[in-house]
């Protein structure tokens, strides 16, 4: 009696966690299907259903350039975070190198150091080196959070590998880097994979950056796109179309976070609580 | 975690041609991703050091003018500079206790749901993975009094959300506790998985209760991670600036050190005075990560082999 009285609390703790993550992303879908002066009913519901907002969000040149250009630059950054954090990992969890403690060390004080702070050095130096407002420009100050996020998750990772198996090759005459690279690269994919999802959802957060560092829809991204957008016209309450343009930003995210769900929390969770 | 190197490097001992062979390609591994680093964010960092000792303006390049600490004279005798500093240790306080709290109760119906784990767990990815900005956004029109739901929902007509400053702030709160508390879960529910099932079992079959089992057994036992926790989101919720900046633009008192920056560096285009408000945030941060880690005894680095 005892034990099915637990386990039907910890199924309504179950239930009351899925509705308090959902609710609010319901609660945009929901406004983003709302028209007119139904955006104001100030109820959950719309009372008539319609997709113009998302019409009007793809009719929006800033949006769509903004979308592209948030992609774009979150897949470039990470990609160049990825092959060198990989590298760098595996030297960590794997060679004999000095100063181990030093490299994560600083990497987690990157990670954790408020970004605001390198935002006006950038600012004054992209506007005289020519990279203000361009994707490069955004690329660079991702690295800095989006590097020490991808060391940190693969250094996890590689150190849970098999690496007997590099012996084994080292052993049967490779040398360390075609180990490297004929045996650990297959092995080592899902981390890596993982550490890529988990870098580009970072990437694909930032508004910082994309807010000090653009201007035009040359590399202005989703964030910032969607804080500085007043709606298609001064008459209509800008809530639905930014409500869909939030949409259409949250359904890749949506998508990953399904797909990936047992490997994204792995990554998270597999640097921080060793020891 | 037991294959070790103290089969090489013996202290005192020449390394062998292999050892310093090896040695050569970890540093070349490391450096790149080392190097980048330090370039983008030693730099910068280094820069605004500089910028700091100076009252300039982009607007007015001509007019710049060593000052030495004179921004940072004026900064900390600002009123303003201590209400933001004041806020953003509000804000920081009330969301990582209340996530704290939430957080370990969703740990612990995480760990024990057998029914339904992988819906459960996929949700709360998506506070997780959400842009800010848009979890900002979602809360903001939740709460505002022309297109919410909120006052409906608890009767209170038409209050005005972002009217006032203590509930202004308590909406950043929430937005904010709602996007992060699944990432400090997480790491609890890690924590969690790693005390052992026994230890809980043995303390039953003692007479005690769930809750003293909890507090004794459980808690004790998580203790880093529980520290590593809330330290990683006490850092990030002292940077609060995305959610500021969508919901209230820093209206009724409810700037964030983070925005008083930006404000400072990008809006009034004030790069000496704004890099000394940066420099002074990194500061705190840095002081607090410090005494934090000093106080509690955390090790965050735990190299193999290096103990």
Redesign the interface.
């Known amino acids: 009696m005892k034990g099915r009285g637990r386990g039907a609390v ?2 309504l ?2 239930i009351a ?2 509705a ?3 609710l ?2 319901a ?2 879908v929901s ?1 983003s299907l709302k028209a007119g002066d139904d ?2 009913n ?3 519901l719309p009372t008539v259903w319609t997709l113009d907002n998302y019409r009007t969000v793809f009719r929006t040149p800033l949006f769509t350039s903004a979308l592209r250009n948030s992609v774009g630059v979150s897949l470039i950054a990470t990609a160049i975070s990825i092959v ?2 990989t ?2 990992a ?4 794997r ?4 100063g ?2 030093l ?8 990670a ?14 992209w ?1 005289r080196v020519g990279l203000y407002d361009t994707w490069a420009g955004l690329v ?2 991702y ?2 959070f989006t ?2 996020l991808s ?1 940190w998750v693969l250094t996890a990772f590689f ?1 849970q590998l098999p ?2 198996l590099e012996q084994a090759a080292v052993m049967d005459g490779a040398t ?2 075609q180990a490297f690279r004929k045996v650990m690269v297959p092995l080592a994919a899902p981390g890596v994979f993982t550490a890529a999802i988990l870098t580009f ?1 970072f990437a ?2 930032d ?2 950056f994309g ?2 560092l653009t201007s035009t829809d040359r590399a202005r991204n ?2 910032a796109a ?2 500085f957008f007043t709606g298609s016209s001064q008459y209509q ?1 800008p ?1 639905g179309a ?2 869909a343009a ?1 949409v259409v ?2 359904v890749p ?2 998508v ?3 797909v990936f ?2 490997r ?2 792995a990554g ?3 640097g ?4 | ?1 037991t ?1 070790d ?1 103290e089969d ?2 013996v202290p005192g001992a020449r390394p062998t041609d292999r ?1 310093r062979g ?2 050569r ?3 070349w ?2 450096a ?3 190097g ?3 370039v ?2 030693a730099y ?2 280094l ?2 050091l500089w ?1 700091s000792l100076f009252s300039y303006r ?1 607007t007015d390049p001509g007019g710049r003018e060593f000052v030495g600490l004179r921004n940072y004279a004026v900064v900390l005798s600002d009123a303003l500079w201590w209400q933001d500093v004041w806020t953003t240790v509000l804000i920081t306080i009330v969301t990582v206790s209340v996530e704290l709290v939430l957080g370990l ?2 740990a ?3 760990h ?2 057998a ?2 784990r ?18 900002g ?3 903001r ?2 709460f505002s ?5 909120v ?3 608890l009767g209170l007509g038409d209050f005005a959300w972002f009217g006032h400053r203590a509930s202004s702030l308590l909406a950043i709160c929430a937005a904010e506790i ?1 996007k992060t508390t ?2 400090l879960s ?2 609890l ?3 969690l998985a ?1 005390v052992p099932d026994e230890l809980g079992e043995a303390a039953r079959m003692d007479g005690a209760s769930a809750w003293q089992r909890l507090w004794r057994v459980t808690l004790p036992n998580m203790r ?2 529980i520290l ?2 809330v330290l ?1 989101r006490a ?2 919720a ?2 609060v ?2 959610s500021v ?2 919901m209230t633009a820093g209206a009724q008192g409810t700037e964030s ?2 925005f008083l ?2 404000r400072q ?2 809006g009034r285009t004030a ?1 000496g005075l ?2 000394a408000v ?2 002074l ?2 500061l705190s ?2 002081i607090f ?1 410090a005494l934090f880690l000093k106080a509690l005894r955390v ?6 082999g ?1 103990r």
Not at chain 2, 299 to 304: E, I, K, M, S, Y
């Open positions: 910890r199924m703790g179950a966690i899925v308090w993550a959902l609010p992303v609660w945009i406004l955006i104001q100030r109820r959950f060198l954090a590298f760098a595996y030297a960590i969890a060679l004999e190198l000095r181990k403690r490299v994560l060390g600083f990497a987690l004080a990157v954790t150091f408020p970004v605001v702070s390198i935002v006006g050095p950038l600012f004054d130096l506007r660079l100050p690295l800095s590097l020490p060391i150190r690496w007997e360390r880097w959802l694909w957060n508004f910082v807010i000090s989703v964030p969607l804080a309450h809530a930014i409500a939030a930003v949250t995210v949506v990953l976070v399904v769900q047992r994204i929390v998270l969770t597999s921080a609580v060793k020891g | 975690m294959t190197h090489r490097g050892g090896e040695r390609l970890a540093w591994l490391t790149p991703a080392f980048v680093m330090l983008v964010t910068p960092m820069d605004a910028l982009l109760a969703f612990l119906v995480m024990r749901v029914f339904g992988r819906v459960v767990r996929t949700s709360i990815l998506v506070p997780y993975g959400i842009v800010t900005v848009v979890s956004f979602a809360w029109y939740a009094s022309e297109t919410g739901f006052n409906g929902w709602w699944p990432f997480l790491l529910l890690a924590g790693q880093a991670s590593v926790a990683f850092l990030d002292y940077r600036f995305d900046f969508v050190v983070s920056a930006y560096m990008i790069l704004g890099s940066s420099i945030l990194f941060v840095v990560a090790d965050l680095v735990p190299v193999r290096a």
